[in-house]
């Protein structure tokens, strides 16, 4: 299929120096703005809960928040999943447990107000006050108590008597948010309307872990690349290659940035996608250039470059064309997750498109540029000094 009937003279390598300004300062800007303001993590890499809920009745995502929000969920971010008929959605908020700072202060609180206690301390990562009391006490009453001071108990854990023999050690474990929310959304009612259908907890710890790998991820698929790129042409296209999916990763990154979309590992899998795009398009260019290099032998470079860029233009623009048309029918019919991945994959294809022809081939000139100096200076020292 042929989308550019006449061939096309594009000075685009004229155009190199201000495209690789712009870009650097684009690039800068958001390198910046990822430093002092940070991505929205999701739960995945932030942790936190994921629940998913299936109403029986025709609701809204914004009817679902009003009422957690009045349950005294106030972080809870809410998005629909499917079709809005099937009345489904994600909720995700902050914390695993019920205890936070605020009502462990409120648990210890009321559990020193059962009697003579002592050592009582809050184990925040796992949602845990721990007491030593000085006389045995009931389970049962502990957890009332508790529970009167605003917080869920899933269990009470009578340890019995310490080794010191100085006193009875107990445990009071809080209830998950995947509790709360129950209790939030099935407020007034005498038979909730919906069904919890799924619950995901994610650590602090293990949240973190899924963030450096996902970055390590990246990272070692460049390095894979770059090494294909150098060994598959020169070493003088592979950092031109590296630079291009550099430029797409921090670009599709800014995305995230600005929109605040959150950042979870559906992101990791769009920079993924994002970067091996990229260099698809990169080594077509590439590969032309090389013929080209051939067919044209004597011409300057940047010439061979406008020309091999000029050659590939009406495939570049095909393949880019259809993959944008199947994204932006994500864009439109899809929710939560689909649809970041989707705007994820389009920003990128843009700036992948862009990036093949105005960083990784002007890259390549460049580099030529200083091997041919580096020659010329070697040559001009051994030249014979005239007598």
Same mark, same amino acid.
């Given at each position: ?20 300004? $712009? ?72 914390? =695993? ?23 009582? %301390? ?50 009071? =474990? ?26 995901? %907890? ?25 090494? %294909? ?22 670009? =599709?990154?800014?995305? %995230? ?59 570049? $623009? ?9 994204? $932006? ?59």
């Amino acid at each position: 299929m042929q989308i550019l009937k006449h061939k096309t003279n594009i000075d685009f390598i004229g155009k190199r120096k201000p495209a690789l300004f $712009i870009s650097t300062l684009i690039n800068l800007a958001i390198i910046v703005g990822i430093a002092a303001v940070g991505f929205n993590f999701g739960v995945d890499f932030a942790g936190g809960t994921v629940v998913e809920l299936k109403y029986n009745t025709p609701t809204t995502a914004e009817q679902v928040r009003e009422k957690a929000q009045a349950g005294g969920l106030h972080d809870v971010s809410v998005q629909g999943v499917g079709a809005a008929e099937e009345n489904s959605f994600l909720l995700r908020m902050g914390g =695993v447990t019920q205890l936070t700072e605020e009502n462990a202060e409120r648990a210890k609180t009321a559990i020193q107000g059962l009697g003579e206690t002592r050592n009582v %301390y809050a184990d925040m990562a796992n949602g845990i006050v721990n007491f030593r009391s000085a006389q045995p006490m009931s389970a049962e009453a502990v957890k009332k108590a508790v529970e009167g001071a605003g917080i869920g108990v899933q269990e009470v854990r009578d340890l019995g008597a310490n080794q010191g023999g100085n006193g009875y050690d107990y445990q009071v =474990v809080a209830s998950g948010m995947a509790d709360k929310v129950y209790s939030a959304l099935s407020a007034g009612l005498d038979k909730p309307n919906f069904e919890q259908r799924r619950v995901d %907890y994610v650590g602090p710890q293990v949240g973190k872990q899924l963030r450096n790998r996902g970055i390590m991820a990246l990272v070692y698929s460049m390095i894979a690349i770059l090494l %294909y790129v150098a060994f598959r042409f020169d070493f003088k296209f592979g950092p031109g290659a590296l630079l291009a999916m550099l430029h797409d990763v921090v670009m =599709v990154a800014g995305y %995230y940035l600005v929109s605040r979309r959150e950042f979870n590992l559906t992101s990791i899998a769009a920079l993924l996608t994002v970067v091996g795009y990229s260099v698809n398009d990169t080594i077509v260019i590439y590969d032309r250039i090389r013929e080209d290099m051939v067919k044209y032998k004597g011409k300057p470079l940047p010439e061979i470059i406008n020309i091999a860029v000029n050659d590939t233009l009406g495939r570049t $623009i095909l393949t880019s064309g259809v993959t944008a048309l199947s994204l $932006i029918g994500l864009l439109i019919f899809g929710v939560g997750e689909i649809f970041d991945f989707a705007m994820a994959m389009l920003v990128g294809i843009l700036v992948g498109t862009y990036s093949s022809v105005y960083i990784a081939s002007p890259l390549v000139i460049w580099l030529d540029e200083r091997a041919h100096a580096r020659e010329a200076h070697h040559g001009s020292k051994q030249e014979p000094k005239a007598a």
